[in-house]
């Protein structure tokens, strides 16, 4: 018997599975067996999903119980993904978390204000974004977590400014990650994530040649955005930078005859198909997956595709079975 699920249900077995938190994994749960129609045709779904339940409660429990307690520097990934802010004393890491999220950080005109990990979510568009403020690179005591808290990231923004000469700022901390075993470049032997750098305070270079010179040196060496936390400047830009720079891409999807729901995309890793597509909103839909008709930039609008079409930015895709 087919189980004829709602959209209200896929909609919500989506977020549940970009869910990076226990609690989160928990509220989508509940939410899926509330809207779930009872029959016969739900029996064994319905089954299933009340066995994931129990065992994310008991995780949670587990985490949260007598006697435990949960590391200082481990942040429950949340959003799409998890950006590390990383550099030097006094590059204004935590006014850029202000800036682009809603967190509180401490903010102090001394170096070394931020002493623990502090997460925000940064929205951008249609997705948000986990932002993570960390302690400063700089003298030569390192928290120990340090490396393993760079690790769970998902991508690194390296944030450096003036007065400092941020091509020596630059140098000087890809030797201490090299000593975690780190790298932001590709290094033989040690890890890596993707990376950017952001030019922060970059108002305060009255030079426009300077400026342009800086630019030039650190894009030699990764991708660069000057911005300003104070006066704004660039930030949209940014934005935009740090989710492309976790390699994900947004696909809409729509039921024939029916206008797409732009507010709640599917966020997939970049080289997805349409029929890897089809298997996360269902199973049962990429099995019986015959084609799909997409409206993108790189297709005419509702042209037919076959299952091994390669997904791109912003495809709206209709899945016929």
């Not at 030569?140 to 991508?155: G, I, N, Q, T, V």
């Not at 198909?273 to 084609?291: M, N």
Request: charged share 25%.
């Amino acid at each position: 018997m087919p189980a004829n699920l709602p959209p209200a249900y896929f909609e919500a077995e989506k977020r549940y599975r970009e869910a990076r938190s226990v609690s989160d994994k928990i509220r989508c749960l509940e939410e899926m067996l509330a809207i779930m129609p009872k029959h016969k045709g739900t029996d064994k779904l319905r089954a299933d999903l009340r066995r994931r339940l129990s065992q994310l409660r008991d995780l949670g429990t587990a985490r949260h119980g007598p006697g435990r307690r949960t590391p200082v520097y481990l942040i429950d990934k949340e959003g799409v993904g998890q950006v590390a802010l990383i550099g030097p004393p006094n590059t204004g890491k935590s006014s850029l978390l202000a800036a682009l999220t809603k967190a509180q950080p401490l903010i102090a005109p001394y170096p070394f204000s931020t002493r623990t990990p502090l997460a925000g979510m940064m929205r951008f568009e249609n997705v948000q974004v986990q932002l993570v403020d960390t302690p400063p690179l700089g003298g030569d005591f390192l928290e120990p977590w340090f490396p393993d808290l760079l690790r769970r990231a998902d991508a690194w923004a390296i944030v450096l400014a003036p007065p400092a000469d941020p091509i020596a700022e630059l140098d000087r901390l890809a030797h201490i990650l090299a000593g975690c075993q780190l790298a932001f470049t590709p290094t033989p032997g040690l890890t890596r994530r993707p990376a950017l750098i952001i030019l922060n305070q970059a108002d305060l270079i009255d030079d426009p040649e300077e400026e342009a010179l800086y630019l030039e040196l650190l894009r030699e060496r990764l991708p660069t955005y000057p911005v300003s936390a104070e006066t704004r400047r660039g930030l949209p830009e940014l934005k935009a930078a740090l989710f492309g720079l976790l390699g994900l891409i947004r696909v809409y999807t729509r039921a024939p005859g029916k206008a797409a729901n732009y507010n709640a995309p599917f966020v997939l890793p970049r080289e997805t198909t349409v029929l890897e597509l089809a298997g996360r909103i269902h199973h049962d839909l990429a099995r019986q997956f015959k084609f799909a008709r997409v409206w993108g930039q790189k297709t005419f609008p509702g042209q037919r595709v076959q299952r091994d079409y390669v997904l791109q930015e912003g495809d709206v895709v209709e899945i016929h079975t």
